[in-house]
């Protein structure tokens, strides 16, 4: 099963400031770890700049309208994310304990499993 894991966004990772290289170190060898598991292909995990640098369009039929960042509940958005296969819910959710704090300070990480072709049969 693929799911998508979610490194919830804080008032931190909202701000532009870059991790700290020993975070970035830690960060880099959990990425490793999942990548020799066969857990994580390279490259499919990644970190998000501020929802300052981004936008939004919101659809209301015909009509888009683009909005803007920074985006208000900082705990509702992304700060980043990764794309595992793993075997079951109860494996990601063992990964996730593996992995170092994405965050200076207290932070979630969100697993969702994805839609595959044959659940939309």
Known sequence: MRVMVIVKATEDS??????????????GAFNQ????????????????????????????GADRTVIDGP??????????????????MEEAVAWVKRCPNPMPGPSEIEIRPVYELEDLR
Not at 15 to 26: N, S
Not at 43 to 57: A, C, F, N, Q, Y
Not at 71 to 88: C, P, Q, S, Y
């Open 33 to 60: 770890r999942l990548i020799d598991a066969g857990i994580m292909p390279p490259g499919t995990g990644m970190g998000l700049k501020p929802s300052s640098e981004g936008k939004r369009v919101a659809f209301d």
């Open 71 to 88: 985006f208000a509940a900082t705990r509702e958005l992304v700060a980043g994310f990764w794309v595992w296969t793993v075997k079951d």
């Open 14 to 27: 909202e701000r532009p400031l870059l991790p700290t290289a020993v975070a970035l170190a830690e960060m």
